[in-house]
């Protein structure tokens, strides 16, 4: 069974800055690729960021391109985000997932419990 638990969400002010990570039990997570999706309050859960098994490709969502960073570190089995340029938007529930890099949350089968990221303007 994979485990997820993430980490480093808060409040902060608009044009801030947070780093989330996301701690993986086993190692194999190695050769999964990982994502992060966000979800607003009476929203759907959205796809944010996701990197493959080697970190070589990542993928971002347009609303973040250029204000999120995806990396991971498989010797240490965690992925982070790193979140500059933070707003209002932003605010929602983050997960990571395990077991793809496609945009569709469907196609992860291992979730984080969530960490609450809220940004005030």
């Known amino acids: 069974q994979v485990q997820l638990v993430e980490s480093g969400g808060g409040l902060v002010q608009a044009g801030g800055s947070l780093r989330l990570s996301c701690a993986v039990s086993?190692?194999?997570?190695?050769?999964?690729?990982m994502g992060w999706f966000r979800q607003a309050p009476g929203k759907e859960r959205d796809f944010v960021a996701s990197i493959n098994w080697s970190g070589v490709n990542t993928y971002y969502a347009d609303s973040v391109k250029g204000r999120f960073t995806i990396s991971r570190d498989n010797a240490k089995n965690t992925v982070s985000l790193q979140m500059n340029t933070l707003k209002p938007e932003d605010t929602a529930v983050y997960y990571c997932?395990?077991?793809?890099?496609?945009?569709?949350?469907?196609?992860?089968?291992?979730w984080g419990q969530g960490t609450q990221v809220t940004v005030s303007s």
């Open positions: 997932a395990a077991g793809g890099v496609a945009p569709d949350a469907k196609v992860y089968g291992y």
């Open positions: 086993k190692r194999t997570v190695t050769t999964y690729s």
